[in-house]
C-alpha cells in the first residue's frame, strides 16, 4: 500500500505563485515517473507536468515557463512550483505516482486563484 500526502494548496490571487508537494509513503517500489494533473470544477482531469525518474521533464503548453516540477528522491517527494497564475487555473491538482507496485493518485488540494 502507498499512501500519497499532498500539501500546499490554497487561494492565491491573479500573478501569484504557489508551491504543492506530494509526499510517497508506504511499500514503495522503485518510484519512476511522477506527475501532476488538475481538474477544473465541471472539466476534464488534465496533465500538467510530469518528470521521470532519471529528472527529465515535460509540460502542458498552457504552463510551460510559468510552472517546474521538480523531485526529491531521498524523500519520494514531489514539487510543483507554480508562478504567474491565472483565475482559469483554479482546479483541484492531483500529483500521480507510478512504481513497481502500481500506479497512485493523491487527495488533490484545491487550488483557487482569484482576487
Known amino acids: 500500500q502507498v499512501q500519497l500526502v499532498e500539501s500546499g494548496g490554497g487561494l492565491v490571487q491573479p500573478g501569484g505563485s504557489l508551491r504543492l508537494s506530494c509526499a510517497a509513503s508506504?511499500?514503495?517500489?522503485?518510484?519512476?515517473?511522477m506527475r501532476w494533473y488538475r481538474q477544473p470544477q465541471g472539466g476534464q482531469r488534465e496533465l500538467v507536468a510530469r518528470?521521470?525518474?532519471?529528472?527529465?521533464?515535460n509540460y502542458a503548453d498552457s504552463v510551460k515557463g510559468r510552472f517546474t516540477i521538480s523531485r526529491d528522491n531521498a524523500k519520494n517527494t514531489v514539487y510543483l512550483q507554480m508562478s504567474s497564475l491565472k483565475p482559469e487555473e483554479t482546479a483541484v491538482y492531483y500529483c500521480k505516482v507510478y512504481s513497481g507496485a502500481g500506479a497512485y493518485w493523491g487527495q488533490g488540494p484545491q487550488v483557487t486563484v482569484s482576487s
Open positions: 518528470i521521470g525518474s532519471g529528472g527529465s521533464t
Open positions: 508506504g511499500s514503495i517500489f522503485s518510484i519512476t515517473t
